[in-house]
């Protein structure tokens, strides 16, 4: 009887304790993607200052991966320099950041919103550029993971850094 009511315990501690971790995991697996995302940023905007041309991060959230791109010495255009996969658990989400939203009167709502996004070359979405003068677009950054936690990363376009803000887990 002693038995049975020490295995009951430890199953009753058992399940606190995987539902705690569980939780932990999943942060966890967001703050590591948000810091090689930030290790990303900052590196392409040295590498824009320091060689004097636009640096540029580009996603493709289908395939859960993203590319650092330089520009092409024959024309307009960008060519991948490097490719880094992003954990498939994650999805990735980018805006335009609220500042600029809320100066511009003629995004009021969010039907607004979504039309002027969808104007927007397709592959300018899903990009950031970093300027030789250590500024970048406006950009918001959502990863969310597959429980519907997420958190917030704003580039500042004045210093190209990266403000990570959280939303507290239910």
Do not use: C, W
Not at 79 to 93: G, K, W
């Amino acid at each position: 009887m002693e038995l049975m009511i020490v295995v009951i315990i430890i199953g009753i501690m058992s399940a606190a304790i995987v539902a705690d971790m569980h939780g932990t995991l999943a942060d966890a697996l967001l703050r590591s993607t948000s810091r090689r995302l930030i290790s990303a940023f900052n590196s392409a905007s040295s590498r824009a200052v320091a060689l004097n041309e636009r640096q540029r991060i580009r996603f493709d959230p289908s395939a859960s991966r993203f590319f650092v791109e330089k520009p092409d010495p024959r024309g307009a255009s960008f060519l991948p320099e490097s490719e880094e996969p992003l954990d498939p658990r994650i999805s990735v989400q980018l805006y335009e950041a609220e500042l600029e939203r809320a100066e511009d009167p003629a995004a009021e709502s969010a039907e607004d919103l979504a039309e002027e996004e969808s104007m927007q070359a397709p592959g300018q979405r899903e990009t950031i550029v970093f300027y030789p003068d250590g500024t970048a677009d406006a950009k918001e950054i959502v990863l969310t993971d597959k429980e519907g936690f997420h958190l917030t990363m704003r580039i500042n376009p004045i210093t190209a850094r990266v403000d990570l803000q959280e939303k507290e887990r239910p």
